[in-house]
């Protein structure tokens, strides 16, 4: 792993055990082993080490949710998204930690957020193009987004919590209840 990798991984332990405010750029560089030169030669401050990190895990999501879509099945097209974006949660749980806590803080400013929306571009194609057939109700793309990132959050709890033992079956009965919040017509079984 290069020097700069260490510096944000040791970043994003440390934001999401103790928040972006507690974690001081002198304890990312003691905590990491790098050295200050080095450390410096690849960032000015810790808002930039914070921008490339939380840039680079905007990146991943909207890449790993949109891997393997297959073409003209919009429901296989939503199940494969929707099981992307649950098991990379369950397998980077600080990943998980990282979008729920930080991402969605006030203290990254909104001029990130937007600048990060263009790696979920694949994405709202996705719900444009299910409104464009009809298929699913005309809504603001950005609110399906939330409302779909949503859904795989909540499972993704309930995974970690483990009082429930999740099954397939809850998984695929999860994905079908969040299918149907966006049919245009419920009645219709895709």
Do not use: C
């Amino acid at each position: 792993m290069s020097k700069k990798a260490i510096v944000l991984q040791t970043t994003l332990e440390l934001i999401t055990k103790q928040g972006i405010r507690a974690t001081s750029l002198s304890q990312i560089i003691k905590e990491s082993g790098v050295a200050n030169g080095t450390v410096y030669h690849h960032f000015k401050n810790k808002e930039e080490i914070i921008t490339e990190l939380y840039l680079m895990l905007t990146q991943d999501f909207g890449t790993v949710v949109m891997r393997n879509i297959p073409k003209d099945d919009i429901k296989k097209q939503f199940t494969i998204m929707w099981l992307n974006l649950f098991y990379y949660f369950v397998n980077n749980p600080l990943a998980f930690v990282f979008s729920e806590q930080i991402a969605r803080s006030p203290e990254i400013p909104q001029s990130l957020k937007d600048k990060a929306r263009e790696y979920y571009a694949d994405i709202e194609s996705y719900f444009k193009e299910g409104i464009r057939q009809k298929i699913f109700k005309s809504y603001n793309t950005l609110v399906m987004e939330e409302l779909f990132f949503g859904n795989v959050v909540s499972l993704v709890k309930i995974h970690e919590n483990e009082t429930v033992k999740l099954q397939e079956k809850h998984i695929n009965q999860a994905i079908e209840i969040s299918w149907r919040g966006f049919l245009k017509d419920n009645t219709i079984i895709r």
